[in-house]
């Protein structure tokens, strides 16, 4: 079992939709990381939050939108996605964020954009 | 601009034989390399990691083997098993970036028995 749990493990939603990812650690790690994974290919980066701070946004569009309530909580708001949207996303921690820190990934979720 | 070039994309070991992946990077900053192994349907889970001081690093049956002048590090499992059948992702970073893991394209290993 992952000590990265992300919910829900599936999601089809239609291209109007709002939903919502969920990532939740419980590792005392100060650093979280969504990534997105299409298939065949590895994991790419989108978004990095230190200390519940975003500090990093790869120049990913405005339809997905990270919120970090807490320091065990990551959220990923989905609005107005397109069909090419649809890939596995997967959370991260890691202890913090400077120094040799090793990123712990959770199960993902896979999204379908209908 | 692939940083991180990995080699085979996919493998076929048989059971008991010694599965061989190898990685070079360019950058001469990265300065942690770990790997990542990962089953269908589930998320990347570290396997093993270096850094670039050791040549050698060895955890059960997985060997890691660095080469720092050639840039280059390669992933060695010994005595491979069917359950060793996975996606496997050598990874660099440079430890004083914001932690970026610049991935390799995956290499999908197949252990027959």
């Known amino acids: 079992d992952t000590e990265v749990t992300q919910t829900p493990k599936h999601l089809v939603m239609g291209m109007t939709n709002k939903k919502s990812l969920k990532c939740e650690q419980h590792?005392?790690?100060?650093?979280m990381y969504w990534y997105k994974q299409k298939a065949k290919k590895p994991p790419e980066l989108m978004f990095v939050?230190?200390?519940?701070?975003?500090?990093i946004n790869e120049s990913v569009p405005s339809r997905f939108s990270p919120e970090c309530p807490n320091s065990s909580l990551l959220n990923l708001h989905l609005h107005a996605l397109q069909p090419e949207d649809s890939a596995l996303y997967l959370c991260?921690?890691?202890?913090?964020?400077?120094?040799?820190?090793?990123?712990?990934f959770g199960d993902g979720t896979r999204l379908s954009i209908l | 601009q692939q940083q991180v070039k990995q080699s085979p994309q996919s493998l076929i070991v048989q059971k008991g034989g010694i599965s061989i992946i190898n990685c070079a990077y360019e950058n001469t900053a990265f300065d942690y390399f770990p790997w990542y192994q990962q089953f269908p349907g589930k998320g990347p889970a570290l396997l093993i990691a270096i850094r670039p001081d050791v040549s050698e690093k060895k955890e059960g049956r997985f060997t890691i083997s660095f080469n720092k002048s050639a840039k280059q590090f390669s992933l060695h499992i010994m005595d491979s098993q069917p359950g060793d059948s996975a996606t496997y992702f050598c990874a660099a970073i440079y430890s004083g970036g914001y932690q970026k893991v610049t991935f390799g394209i995956g290499t999908k290993l197949q252990v027959i028995p």
């Open positions: 590792m005392g790690h100060r650093a």
């Open positions: 939050y230190s200390y519940e701070k975003l500090s």
């Open positions: 991260a921690s890691s202890l913090g964020q400077g120094g040799i820190q090793p990123q712990h």
